[in-house]
């Protein structure tokens, strides 16, 4: 792996709720810097109006913008995500994405809510950083 992903005992235990406290990589490692990913299809079509959708959607992107430098999902160490109209209930789907794809080493990640993203239908976008060993 080309990063180190670490909760500390001091701190709450993060990974049910979908990342972790802390990434660390090494000195020599390139980033891979993912723009912001959302729910689209191969045409730029949203795939769906429903929230859970929109996020599995955007993680597989992600996952597909990082094949295209030879690495996948766990050479992610951080996430940046964008929820528009951000309340509780919507922690549930990113996080059980995050676990789906992720298991128990999740990166570290922040949620941020926002009135709006680039278009109106648009409601789950994340930036992602990768590691290349």
């Known amino acids: 792996m080309s990063h180190t992903i670490v909760n500390p005992a001091g701190l709450y235990n993060p990974v049910p709720r979908g990342y972790s406290h802390t990434a660390a990589v090494p000195a020599g490692t390139d980033l891979v810097l993912v723009a912001g990913q959302f729910g689209s299809?191969?045409?730029?079509?949203i795939v769906s109006a429903d929230f859970a959708e929109q996020v599995?959607?955007?993680f597989r992107n992600i996952g597909v913008a990082l094949a295209a430098h030879g690495l996948d999902l766990s050479h992610v160490v951080q996430l940046r995500t964008y929820v528009v109209d951000h309340d509780v209930?919507?922690?549930?789907?990113i996080a059980g994405a995050v676990q789906e794809n992720w298991g128990t080493t999740p990166p570290t990640q922040t949620i941020i809510g926002v009135?709006?993203?680039?278009?109106?239908d648009v409601l789950f976008e994340v930036e992602a950083v990768a590691a290349r060993p």
């Open 41 to 45: 299809t191969t045409e730029g079509e």
């Open 56 to 58: 599995q959607q955007t």
């Open 89 to 93: 209930s919507k922690l549930g789907p």
């Open 115 to 120: 009135a709006s993203l680039a278009t109106p």
